[in-house]
């Protein structure tokens, strides 16, 4: 991940872009990026999606993980601590044997 990190950190400040990648204008774009990655399923089943717009679909999901990567380096945030958090905290809200092959949400399980 660090070195993922480095490479896209070393694209943008070799075009000066950082100095435009505030906190609002990176998580703006992140979700754009995000909605355009919906819009190769829009009028689609996932099936056809991803038979007919997989390329599309790689493009867009590497945006969406360069503009997470560009945000949580702006805002000191290391990635992977963060998801290992939000697991502990997701495997407390979805223990095992109340939501294994359940997709009720956890304040209803």
């Not at 990655?37 to 790689?58: D, G, P, R």
Request: aromatic share 10%.
């Amino acid at each position: 991940m660090e070195d993922l990190k480095k490479a896209v950190l070393r694209f943008r400040d070799e075009r000066d872009w950082g100095q435009f990648h505030n906190a609002k204008d990176l998580a703006l774009s992140l979700n754009l990026e995000a909605a355009e990655l919906l819009e190769n399923f829009q009028w689609k089943t996932s099936e056809e999606a991803s038979e007919t717009k997989m390329e599309e679909i790689k493009q867009e999901v590497a945006d969406v993980m360069m503009y997470l990567l560009l945000f949580c380096d702006r805002l000191d945030i290391d990635l992977e601590e963060a998801v290992r958090s939000k697991l502990l905290i997701n495997d407390k809200k979805y223990p095992v044997d109340k939501s294994f092959g359940n997709k009720t949400k956890y304040t209803e399980l």
